[in-house]
């Protein structure tokens, strides 16, 4: 009896070898000097009925008796053996038409091939590759769809856990979803590396799409081996090679191009394009030997594109070799493409490839959440690795667990990515509350692209206090059409484009800092009732310091702290905290109870005060809460209604402000305008309110730990008054003397 071959030899053993094989029916020769070779991977064979296609794959597993020739499965001899000895050697079959038993169940059927084997596959693999198996599991043969029937013959022949798998038409008769699926189960089954597939397919589209190169099949012979994109781009050439509408003394294109051994792996082919190419079906039905040809106008407007991987071997070499992540590892730059790529891979990939075709490299994350890996450079559990759950999280089987656990592990993985020029990512509700937080998590100016389904709303969720920029995808990211593939090209081009400037930025602002250091930037918190004092800071400090002024919106807070955060800002004067005042107090600008966050984690110098703490934000009289309507209300202008706020709550943000204050290890200085924290709150002006201002200072200073370090000053001014504008100029000052220029010379700002 036949054993299971040990490990396979060394490198350059095709998986598969067959070499003049002939195979007679009585006097018809149905196989004609065969050559073929099989490295590794997917290798696709096409041709029309009658060929020699099903005969070849019937003579690989002893089903046929073969006349000549020679068939070597990891360089040892199998012609001439048993069908029962060479499935026990490590090749499975999945035959035309499946062949299932009517009356057994799929769960018979998986047992009955398992039968107490170990290995890689089992039948709870089978039901984790195929989910819809597991939910008819006890239905019999007979009651399976077509593409459920497919499914269960592909998971019978992983069963015996083969190292070379022949497949005989897989997607005849199935629907093109299903032939969708089927595509990428198995694109995805070769990259995991467990098994070498040889695919016998009618469908062009399927077989360029998923193996380069791609055999073609004459008159029972390897008539040549071509370039995927080559054929798949060319009708005119599918129909000279594939004979629709000839006979068969007229299919050769020309003199057959010899095949000698080991052909299908040496022979060169032009290079594939880096782009999504047009795929050309010129056999949109089985052809035969009576078939007419097919109208041009017909294969035009049934093309489609192609983006997905191709996972075969040219030259010994996989095709799919050029592989971003070896680009990451030497530190070239790369633009991250995220998504779920089980259910948005053929968008990605497109977004993937047009990125390519610009020149740039990419990285593909795949975040799917179903548990097994569906293509891509980087995948969920690797991703998963960053999250403290792990990968437990994603394979929780709840889904919402799980997008929540890849929500929270790709926001920490992403940052800690180095060589990243950007990233783009596509997809409905689910996938952009998945992408978005680690985008938000980014420094600002890295280009950031979320193409959405929820793109022509309220965005805040998701673009928060950066630099995110949202695309509506018009259509539902659901496959490529008409429309999605000019949105979607459009976002591709786009992210490229700003990945293109950031990089040549990059270079340029190194070059320009070697020759004269920039000014250093310093970051300013403003609101209308500050404007004066935060005006004549800026003025004191330009000729040392760039200024960037953020209004205090709630998201203008946000954006000052990611900047400090990401680096890009090392000094700060926070004039003015009014934020605070909404988020405590329910108003429509509110902080995050991470308000002071940046400054605490970054340690970098702190000069702050207590701008407009005197005021809450609500839209017209009549939004305001009925708690409030009571309250003295100022209106700004029709939209925009303020409210004073009391010597209890100026007590509470006081304590709150100093608390978050003593958190910074930093140096702090932090000034108290006694005679009013905002132009409202002046002598004369609606709130001005001295015992309210007493308890909001009266808060800080029993609350901060001062000392050398962390110093609270009190001030006889109001906050608009130069001379306030002056002190924390000062104070600023002295806190990054012998710092400015260190910072100017390539810090942090």
């Known amino acids: 009896m036949a054993e299971r071959l040990k490990a396979p030899p060394g490198p350059g053993i095709p998986v598969l070898q067959i070499a003049g094989l002939n195979v007679f029916y009585g006097r018809s020769h149905a196989l004609q000097g065969v050559d073929l070779a099989l490295q590794s991977g997917v290798l696709s064979v096409v041709g029309r009925n009658g060929m020699g296609k099903t005969t070849m794959c019937k003579a690989i597993m002893g089903l046929v008796p073969i006349s000549s020739g020679s068939i070597r499965l990891f360089g040892e001899e199998i012609a001439g053996r048993s069908p029962a000895e060479i499935a026990r050697l490590g090749i499975g079959y999945v035959p035309q ?34 989910p819809r198996l597991a939910e008819r599991r006890n239905n019999g043969g007979a009651q399976l769809s077509g593409g459920e029937q497919q499914m269960l013959a592909i998971g019978r022949a992983l069963l015996l856990n083969p190292r070379l798998l022949v497949m005989d038409e897989p997607t005849e008769g199935l629907a093109p979803v299903i032939v969708a699926h089927v595509e990428e189960m198995l694109v995805r089954l ?14 062009i589209g399927v077989a360029t799409e998923m193996s380069d190169p791609v055999a073609i099949m004459v008159n029972g012979r390897v008539n040549r081996v071509i370039a995927s994109a080559t054929l798949a781009g060319d009708r005119d050439l599918q129909q000279r090679l594939l004979g629709v509408g000839r006979h068969g003394h007229d299919e050769t294109d020309g003199a057959p191009e010899p095949a000698t051994e080991g ?6 082919a032009p290079a594939a394009p880096t782009g999504p190419t047009r795929v050309y079906n010129a056999n949109p039905v089985i052809p035969t030997r009576w078939s007419q040809p097919v109208p041009a106008a017909r294969i035009e407007a049934q093309a489609r594109t192609i983006s997905r991987p191709v996972l075969a071997t040219r030259d010994g070499q996989p095709v799919g070799a050029i592989r971003p992540l070896a680009a990451a590892a030497t530190g070239d730059p790369y633009v991250v493409v995220a998504g779920t790529l089980d259910t948005k891979g053929e968008e990605l990939r497109y977004i993937r490839d047009l990125i390519r075709a610009e020149g740039l490299r990419t990285l593909l994350v ?21 999250s403290p759950r792990g990968s437990a999280g994603i394979a929780s089987g709840d889904r919402g667990t799980a997008v929540a656990a890849m929500t929270e592990a790709f926001k920490a993985w992403l940052p800690r990515q180095e060589g990243v020029l950007g990233i783009v990512s596509a997809g409905g509700s689910g996938a952009t509350a998945m992408v978005t937080p680690a985008m938000q998590a980014l420094p600002v100016g890295l280009p950031k692209l979320m193409i959405s389904t929820m793109a022509s709303g309220d965005v805040r969720a998701y673009v928060g206090a950066t630099d995110i920029a949202m695309m509506h995808a018009v259509t539902d990211v659901q496959g490529l059409n008409r429309v999605s593939r000019l949105v979607l090209g459009n976002g591709a081009r786009a992210v490229a484009a700003m ?34 004092c935060v005006q004549q800071v ?13 209004h205090a919106t709630g998201t203008g807070g946000q954006s000052l702290e990611k900047l400090v955060e990401s680096g890009l800002v090392g000094a700060v ?6 934020e605070i005042a909404d988020m405590m107090m329910g108003g429509l600008l509110p902080a995050t109870e991470d308000r002071l966050g940046a400054i605490i984690r970054t340690r970098i110098p702190y000069v702050g005060s207590v701008g407009a703490l005197d005021m809450v934000n609500f839209f017209a009289p009549e939004t305001v809460p009925e708690r409030y309507r009571a309250r003295k209300l100022h209106p700004h202008n029709p939209q925009i209604t303020l409210m004073r706020t009391t010597p209890d709550e100026n007590a509470r943000m006081g304590r709150w402000i100093g608390e978050r204050l003593n958190l910074m290890e930093g140096p702090v200085r932090f000034l108290i305008p006694e005679l009013g924290v905002s132009a409202l709150d002046a002598p004369g002006q609606p709130f001005h309110d001295p015992a309210a201002d007493a308890a909001l200072f009266q808060a800080l200073e029993q609350t901060v730990r001062t000392g050398l370090n962390r110093q609270l ?28 220029r260190e910072r100017a010379g390539g810090g942090r700002s």
């Open 366 to 386: 795949d975040l799917s959440t179903s548990g097994r890996s569906a293509g891509g450079d980087v995948t969920p559990q690797q991703v998963a690795l960053a």
């Open 263 to 268: 052909a299908t792996a040496a022979r060169a």
């Open 190 to 203: 070769a990259d995991q590396g467990d098994v070498a597939i040889l695919v016998i397919e009618q469908n």
């Open 97 to 130: 038409g499946r062949r299932l038993w009517r009356s057994l169940t799929v769960d018979e059927h998986l047992r009955l091939m398992q039968r107490g084997k170990r290995g890689a596959w089992t039948t709870e693999r089978i039901y984790e590759a195929f």
């Open 499 to 532: 990945a293109k400037a950031r990089l040549a930025d990059l270079r340029r602002e190194s070059a320009l800092r070697r020759a004269e250091p920039e000014k250093p930037l310093v970051g300013l918190t403003m609101f209308g009732v500050t404007t004066p």
């Open 538 to 550: 800026a003025k004191l400090l330009e000729k040392d310091w760039e200024p960037l002024v953020f």
């Open 573 to 578: 004067i926070d004039v003015t905290a009014t």
């Open 713 to 740: 000053i009190r001030l006889p001014h109001h906050i608009n008054d130069p001379a306030f504008a002056a002190a924390l100029v000062q104070q600023f000052q002295s806190l990054h003397a012998g710092r400015r």
